[in-house]
C-alpha cells in the first residue's frame, strides 16, 4: 500500500507549518530544510491551499501559514483531499476500469471498508499531535538506541 | 492510497480458483477469463506460490489449485503478502529513505498505526467470502438499478 510522494509533502509542509503557527514561511525555506524540490513542492502547496488548508501572502512578510488550526485539521482529512486522485485498484478510477469481475465482484466493498478504516485511523490524529519545530534539527538529539 | 496492479491481480487469481476449490485451473484460462496479460499473471502466481496460498501441478489434469481452504485464508493475509515489497512513504523503505524529519517525526508511528487498521478490516474477510464462480459471467444478471 503506497501513498503518493505528493501526499507525503503535503504532510510535511503541514506539520512544519504547525510547528511555527504564528509565523509565515516561504515554500523555499521549507525546501531548503526538507532537502526536497521546490518545483515539487510548490504545486503540493497549491492542492493544500486548494483544500483550505494553507494561505499563501505576498510581500516582505509573506509566506506560507495554516488556514485554520493546527489542532482542528486531521491526518485523515489531509490524506483524502491529497489522494482523491488516486483509486486503490482501477474499479475505484471514475471510469470504473476494465476489471471483468466488476458486475458481481464481492472484493470491492471490502476494499472500500479497509481504505475508510485507513482513514478513520488518520482521524484520531491532528497536524498538531505530528508538528515539526523550525529548529528541531539543530537541537540536540538523543541517540536512535 | 494505492495497491499495485500485481496485488489486484493477486486476489482476482485467488477469487478464481475459490469460486472452484476442487478444480485445477490454468493460469491461460484465467488470464483469458479476466482479460488480462499471461505474462503478468504467471509472475503473480508466482508469488501466491512463494506465499503458500497456491500450488501448480504439471500435466494433462495439471493446473492451479489452492494450496488452503478458501475459508482460512484472509484478505488481509494475501494483502501483507503481495504488498510486502511496497513502502507506504519513503521512511518506510528498507533503506529508510532521505526524508530529513526521520529522526523526530511523529507522523510514522501514526501511519503505521493506519496501516494495521487497513489490513486488520481485510482480516475480517476470507478468500472464500469473495470467490468468484467461473460461470459468474455466463449467468443472466440483474441489470444494476
Redesign the interface.
Known amino acids: ?5 505528493f ?2 509533502y503535503g ?2 509542509v503541514l ?1 512544519r507549518l504547525a510547528g511555527a503557527p504564528d509565523e509565515s514561511i516561504s515554500t523555499g525555506q521549507i525546501a531548503e ?3 526536497i524540490s521546490q518545483h515539487h513542492l510548490a504545486k503540493v502547496v497549491r492542492e493544500l491551499g486548494r483544500g483550505g488548508f494553507v494561505s499563501s501572502q505576498r510581500g516582505r512578510r509573506g509566506g506560507l501559514k495554516l488556514s485554520r488550526p493546527p489542532q482542528t485539521i486531521t ?1 485523515g482529512e489531509v ?1 483524502r483531499h491529497l ?1 482523491q486522485r ?5 474499479c475505484f478510477r471514475e471510469d470504473g476500469g ?4 466488476k ?5 470491492k466493498p ?2 472500500a ?10 482521524d ?2 491532528t497536524v498538531a ?4 519545530p523550525g529548529d ?2 539543530d537541537r540536540p ?1 538523543v541517540a ?1 538506541g
Open positions: 500500500m503506497r501513498l503518493a510522494s501526499t507525503d504532510l510535511r506539520m530544510e526538507f532537502e491526518l490524506v489522494e488516486f483509486a486503490i485498484v482501477e476494465s476489471c471483468v469481475l458486475p458481481l465482484c464481492r472484493l471490502r476494499l471498508a479497509a481504505r475508510e478504516a485507513f482513514m478513520s485511523e488518520l484520531r490524529s499531535d505530528c508538528a515539526w528541531a534539527l538529539q536512535p
